[in-house]
C-alpha cells in the first residue's frame, strides 16, 4: 500500500536558521501531496499542498516542489521563527481519497 | 465556515465501557473521514463517509468501533468495550468531495481507557 517516510525528529534549529524536513512517499499513481502541521495543543492544520508534478506549494513563508522522478516532497523555509515549533507531517492523497499520514517530525525553534 | 468541531474533547473512561464521539463537519462538505492518533505518531485513517454512505473501513476498524453519519450531516463514532489500547487522539476531518481536494480536521477527541 502507499507510505511514507519522514525523517525522523527532533530537529532543533536557532531562529532564523534554514529548515529542510525530507519527505518521500511511494504511491500508485501521483498522488497530491500535503503538508500538515500541529501545534502544540492544536489540531491538524493544512500548511501547504501540491496537486501535480512540479507543482510549488507555499505558505507563511513554507515550500515544498512535487518532485515526481524522486517521490519525493520535501518542506523548507529560509528563516525559521520560535512560532515555527509544532509536529510536521507530510501526506499523500491516495487514490480513494485518505491521507496517508508519515510519523511526523518534531520542530523546535530556540530564540 | 465555522471549521469542523467535535465533541467531547476529552474522554476518560473505564475498561469495559462503552463511549460515543460526535463530528460535525464544515457545512455543505459531504465527505467526512475518522482517524485515530496515538502518541507521538500520525494519524491513521479509520472511516469515510460519503455524505450518508459509510464508502471505507480500515482494518483498523474493529468489530467494537461503529460510525454512522445519518442525514449525511454530523457523524457519531461509537466504541464497545473500551479497552486501553483504544486510548488515543480521535480526529475527524471533511471536505467537499472533490478530487485531490483538502480534508479540514477538527481539534479532536483525546480518550483515555483506564
Known amino acids: 500500500g502507499d507510505s511514507v517516510t519522514q525523517m525522523e525528529g527532533p530537529v532543533t534549529l536557532s531562529e532564523e536558521a534554514f529548515l529542510t524536513i525530507n519527505c518521500t512517499y511511494t504511491?500508485?499513481?501521483?498522488?497530491?501531496l500535503f503538508w500538515y502541521v500541529q501545534y502544540p495543543g492544536e489540531g491538524l492544520q493544512l500548511l501547504l499542498k501540491?496537486?501535480?508534478?512540479?507543482d510549488k506549494g507555499s505558505n507563511k513563508g513554507f515550500e515544498a516542489t512535487y518532485r515526481k522522478e524522486t517521490t519525493s516532497f520535501h518542506l523548507e523555509k529560509g528563516s525559521v521563527q520560535v512560532s515555527d515549533s509544532a509536529v510536521y507531517f507530510c501526506?499523500?492523497?491516495?487514490?480513494?481519497?485518505?491521507?496517508?499520514f508519515g510519523s511526523g517530525t518534531r520542530l523546535l525553534v530556540r530564540p | 465556515d465555522t471549521g469542523v468541531s467535535q465533541d467531547p474533547r476529552h474522554k476518560i473512561t473505564k475498561r469495559g465501557q462503552n463511549v460515543t464521539f460526535r463530528c460535525d463537519p464544515i457545512?455543505?462538505?459531504?465527505?467526512l473521514y475518522w482517524y485515530r492518533q496515538t502518541l507521538g505518531q500520525g494519524p491513521e485513517f479509520l472511516t469515510y463517509?460519503?455524505?450518508?454512505?459509510?464508502?471505507?473501513k480500515s482494518r483498523l476498524l474493529s468489530d467494537r468501533f461503529s460510525a454512522e453519519r445519518p442525514k449525511g450531516s454530523f457523524s457519531t463514532l461509537e466504541i464497545q468495550r473500551t479497552e486501553q489500547g483504544d486510548s488515543a487522539m480521535y480526529l475527524c476531518?471533511?471536505?467537499?468531495?472533490?478530487?485531490?481536494?483538502?480534508?479540514?480536521f477538527g481539534p479532536g477527541t483525546r480518550l483515555l481507557v483506564l
Open positions: 476531518a471533511s471536505s467537499r468531495g472533490t478530487a485531490q481536494e483538502t480534508q479540514y
Open positions: 504511491a500508485t499513481g501521483y498522488p497530491s
Open positions: 501540491a496537486t501535480k508534478a512540479d
Open positions: 501526506a499523500p492523497l491516495d487514490s480513494s481519497y485518505k491521507l496517508i
Open positions: 457545512s455543505e462538505h459531504n465527505r
Open positions: 463517509f460519503q455524505n450518508e454512505a459509510q464508502l471505507e
